[in-house]
T-cell receptor, first 116, second 111 residues
């Protein structure tokens, strides 16, 4: 298994440009999510999905869109990039929860995005 | 909603000493608490987790303790080694099997 694969690894955008960060997992996990990591702020949830066709907003969703047409893929779209979106973006997946307990996240290797 | 506070933000220890990182959470319904280790430039990786039906869990030099009454949980690393140097994150669950993360502790083990 490749696990969670993110592309690209690095990206530089100009303000106002749009792009899509790709995320794919081959573990047949139901849950997928996007987090951003900024210095001193830990990881913050942008959007998540509990299954194909279902998405919802996290803590910091503004400026981002997602879709989940298949179990494997969960792309993150930046509609009009802003310098405040300069960050490291991690995609994560996790299997169905066991009984009433959460299951741990499996992270991709991240995408480092710079918006100038 | 859930809120997690993590302390300290930085920690330096001599090789062989112990390190303790503490997190507090706000939602008394939370029942699962993972710890992640992130080396420089790498992705966060799960190192240990604990469910609310136990008070302590150990895995070799790493242990996690949970105090449900006080709503805090701690990571303990004994006999620290230079390769333990990294940023450590605690987390508590929110909706959709997602998590609210602490702000991280940068651990430096001095040889």
């Amino acid at each position: 298994n490749a696990g969670v694969t993110q592309t690209p690894k690095f990206q530089v955008l100009k303000t106002g440009q749009s792009m899509t960060l790709q995320c794919a997992q081959d573990m047949n996990h139901e849950y997928m999510s996007w987090y951003r990591q900024d210095p001193g702020m830990g990881l913050r949830l942008i959007h998540y999905s509990v299954g194909a066709g279902i998405t919802d907003q996290g803590e910091v969703p503004n400026g981002y869109n997602v879709s989940r047409s298949t179990t494997e893929d969960f792309p993150l779209r930046l509609l009009s990039a802003a310098p405040s979106q300069t960050s490291v973006y991690f995609c994560a997946s996790s299997p169905r929860q066991e009984r009433s307990y959460n299951s741990p996240l499996h992270f991709g290797n991240g995408t480092r995005l710079t918006v100038t | 909603g859930e809120n997690v506070e993590q302390h300290p933000s930085t920690l330096s220890v001599q090789e062989g000493d112990s390190a303790v990182i503490k997190c507090t959470y706000s939602d008394s319904a939370s029942n699962y608490f993972p710890w992640y280790k992130q080396e420089l430039g790498k992705r966060p990786q799960l190192i240990i987790d604990i469910r609310s039906n136990v008070g302590e869990k150990k895995d070799q030099r790493i242990a996690v303790t949970l105090n449900k009454t006080a709503k805090h949980f701690s990571l303990h690393i004994t006999e620290t080694q230079p390769e333990d140097s990294a940023v450590y994150f605690c987390a508590a669950p929110i909706t959709g099997n997602q998590f609210y993360f602490g702000t991280g502790t940068s651990l430096t083990v001095i040889p």
